[in-house]
């Protein structure tokens, strides 16, 4: 795709979004334009591959809407720099069922696993998901998903079916993918907290593939990135089936916040001991709120992989520390420092659906991020 016609499409977007209130006021279809832009600085230390300089992390741009009251819809893309192209995400329907109780969603979406995973990328706290999310969450799948919500907003659930092959327009085994989220907490729908608020997920993903790269295998790496040692995960391709599941628990009470996230993946779970793969991985992050504009964050971030290629793997360890500052309703500058423990350098680079184009965690890096989220 030339630029030309990335730049045509671009202002197609654009301009669609600002006449869709004037399409409502005539009683046409409802259209709304969304967007992401973060950008930054990316600093890292020579081990994992030296100085980066300034980036865009993510360009994307989105139509919502509704249709009378039958259904609503969402198309987004993103702007991929590295492979210069658009990347469409989401391109979805959803019908309500029952009220809030049940809709049914199909298209292109997110898969029903992972509490972080699900996250949209302006709702992160941190500049990037965790390792496990990246690495282990099926991501956007193409399917259909029944969700809804009760007892005031305090239980929400999820449900779908997918092809299993990622956004891809295929199934190249006959065989899905199945996901289902629960999760619960004390409030419902606020956006400020006074009193003490828990929340408690889990979920569980099966699937059967004929050959994904969806086993994650930590390879050597010094001569790839210029780094004296050190691992450095990739993805390989995996025939057979596999169970994803996790937990995850957070409360929050007045500025303070601590939130935990275990997620594991089990390859070929009914196979013996020896041959059965699993990668499991997990973190810990606390925060404080001051003055409703300022955050301080700090998080352990842990990963193991299924497998080695060439070398032993071993876990990757991370200790992030990070501050946003909200100067604007849509607006956030980040700032964030990772350090690698036990020789840690890298994390994983991208998400398994292929869709993450953020900055992989490195040893002694820092990340400055300007987002503008609408």
Same mark, same amino acid.
Not at 27 to 48: H, N, V, Y
Not at 183 to 212: H, I, K, M, R
Not at 225 to 235: A, T
């Given at each position: 795709?030339?630029?030309?016609?990335?730049?045509?499409?671009?202002?197609?977007?654009?301009?669609?979004?600002?006449?869709?209130?004037?399409?409502?006021?005539?009683?046409?279809?409802?259209?709304?334009?969304?967007?992401?832009?973060?950008?930054?600085?990316?600093?890292?230390?020579?081990?994992?591959?030296?100085?980066?300089?300034?980036?865009?992390?993510?360009?994307?741009?989105?139509?919502?809407?509704?249709?009378?009251?039958?259904?609503?819809?969402?198309?987004?893309?993103?702007?991929?720099?590295?492979?210069?192209?658009?990347?469409?995400?989401?391109?979805?329907?959803?019908?309500?069922?029952?009220?809030?109780?049940?809709?049914?969603?199909?298209?292109?979406?997110?898969?029903?696993?992972?509490?972080?995973?699900?996250?949209?990328?302006?709702?992160?706290?941190?500049?990037?998901?965790?390792?496990?999310?990246?690495?282990?969450?099926?991501?956007?799948?193409?399917? #259909?998903?029944?969700?809804?919500?009760?007892?005031?907003?305090? #239980?929400?659930?999820?449900?779908?079916?997918?092809?299993?092959?990622?956004?891809?327009?295929?199934?190249?085994?006959?065989?899905?993918? $199945?996901?289902?989220?629960?999760?619960?907490?004390?409030?419902?729908?606020?956006?400020?907290?006074?009193?003490?608020?828990?929340?408690?997920?889990?979920?569980?993903?099966?699937?059967?593939?004929?050959?994904?790269?969806?086993?994650?295998?930590?390879?050597?790496?010094?001569?790839?990135?210029?780094?004296?040692?050190?691992?450095?995960?990739? $993805?390989?391709?995996?025939?057979?089936?596999?169970?994803?599941?996790?937990?995850?628990?957070?409360?929050?009470?007045?500025?303070?916040?601590?939130?935990?996230?275990?997620? =594991?993946?089990?390859?070929?779970?009914?196979?013996?001991?020896?041959?059965?793969?699993?990668?499991?991985?997990?973190?810990?992050?606390?925060?404080?709120?001051?003055?409703?504009? *300022?955050?301080?964050?700090? =998080?352990?971030?842990?990963?193991?992989?299924?497998?080695?290629?060439?070398?032993?793997?071993?876990?990757?360890?991370?200790?992030?520390?990070?501050?946003?500052?909200?100067?604007?309703?849509?607006?956030?500058?980040?700032?964030?420092?990772?350090?690698?423990?036990?020789?840690?350098?890298?994390?994983?680079?991208?998400?398994?659906?292929?869709?993450?184009?953020?900055?992989?965690?490195?040893?002694?890096?820092? *990340?400055?991020?300007?987002?503008?989220?609408?």
């Amino acid at each position: 795709m030339t630029r030309a016609t990335i730049t045509g499409t671009l202002a197609c977007l654009m301009l669609a979004g600002l006449a869709g209130p004037l399409w409502a006021q005539e009683d046409q279809p409802e259209l709304r334009l969304d967007g992401l832009l973060r950008t930054g600085l990316r600093l890292e230390s020579r081990d994992a591959g030296g100085v980066k300089g300034f980036e865009i992390y993510d360009a994307r741009l989105g139509l919502t809407g509704r249709v009378g009251i039958i259904f609503d819809y969402a198309v987004r893309a993103e702007y991929d720099f590295d492979d210069d192209k658009v990347r469409l995400l989401d391109a979805s329907l959803s019908f309500p069922i029952r009220d809030e109780l049940l809709r049914l969603d199909a298209g292109i979406l997110k898969s029903s696993s992972g509490l972080e995973a699900m996250l949209d990328k302006g709702e992160l706290q941190l500049v990037e998901r965790a390792q496990a999310a990246l690495a282990l969450s099926p991501g956007r799948q193409l399917g #259909f998903d029944l969700r809804g919500r009760a007892f005031e907003g305090r #239980f929400r659930y999820w449900g779908g079916m997918f092809n299993g092959n990622g956004p891809a327009f295929e199934n190249d085994d006959n065989s899905f993918l $199945f996901a289902f989220r629960g999760e619960y907490n004390t409030v419902g729908d606020v956006e400020f907290f006074e009193d003490l608020v828990l929340q408690a997920g889990a979920d569980v993903a099966f699937a059967d593939d004929s050959a994904l790269a969806v086993l994650p295998v930590a390879t050597s790496a010094g001569a790839e990135e210029s780094s004296p040692g050190g691992q450095l995960i990739r $993805f390989a391709e995996f025939t057979g089936s596999r169970v994803i599941w996790g937990a995850d628990l957070a409360f929050r009470y007045l500025n303070y916040s601590l939130l935990g996230e275990y997620t =594991r993946a089990d390859y070929d779970p009914t196979a013996s001991s020896s041959e059965s793969l699993a990668s499991e991985g997990y973190y810990i992050e606390g925060g404080y709120t001051l003055w409703g504009a *300022l955050d301080f964050l700090a =998080r352990y971030d842990s990963f193991k992989p299924a497998a080695g290629l060439g070398i032993v793997p071993k876990r990757n360890q991370f200790l992030i520390f990070g501050l946003n500052l909200y100067p604007g309703f849509h607006a956030k500058i980040g700032f964030q420092y990772a350090v690698g423990l036990d020789d840690t350098l890298l994390g994983p680079s991208e998400s398994i659906d292929g869709t993450n184009t953020g900055p992989a965690l490195a040893h002694k890096q820092f *990340l400055l991020n300007m987002q503008v989220a609408f």
